[in-house]
């Protein structure tokens, strides 16, 4: 007799305006405003495994306290890092997250592998998270970007080749900053 499966539990669509940014940006922008409000998806449990599931990471860290909790205090020091707020208490915060944890090597079916492991299962996406950052700082520091509109808190990866990427999106504040542009034009052309 074959038992019927479980249902697998139903996680929320990721509501946020700004997805698929590399890993410790995409930990920042789980704050974000909408419609004039502060919503933070690490405000609850079902919010984090929102997250963890958009950020790939649902098989490898479950949604607990323990790990929002370690998630809510990278992402205020990754914050403190790219608003390069001058304290040397950030990166000294920075430094006790990767020393946490390490990347193992051994040897998979594929060949060589790395694996990270943390001290606590709890901190591994706060482990990832950090070690992005320090992988972005490699690439450029200043292709990490806030938007440019007033309103935004989030921040983006800039790609494009020249790096003069402004917006979070083009869809979102881009086109409220050019009707804004659009509207203050309108009213000074008699």
Known sequence: MQSEPRPQPQVAADPRPLTGEPLCLDLINTRWIA??????????????AVWLRSAGLDDRATADRATRDALA???GVLLDLVERRPSTGAAEALNRILERGALHPRLGPGGPERRPRTD???????WLAAADYLRLLDDDPRRIKPCAHPDCVLYFHDTTKNGTRRWCS??????????ARHYERSKTDP
């Not at 419609?35 to 984090?48: E, F, I, P, Q, V």
């Not at 606590?120 to 706060?126: K, M």
């Open 170 to 179: 083009m869809a979102g504040c881009g086109n409220r900053a050019k009707a």
């Open 35 to 48: 419609n004039g409000a502060r919503r933070d998806l690490l405000d609850t449990t079902d919010g984090l």
């Open 73 to 75: 205090e990278t992402r």
């Open 120 to 126: 606590d299962p709890a901190w591994l996406p706060s």
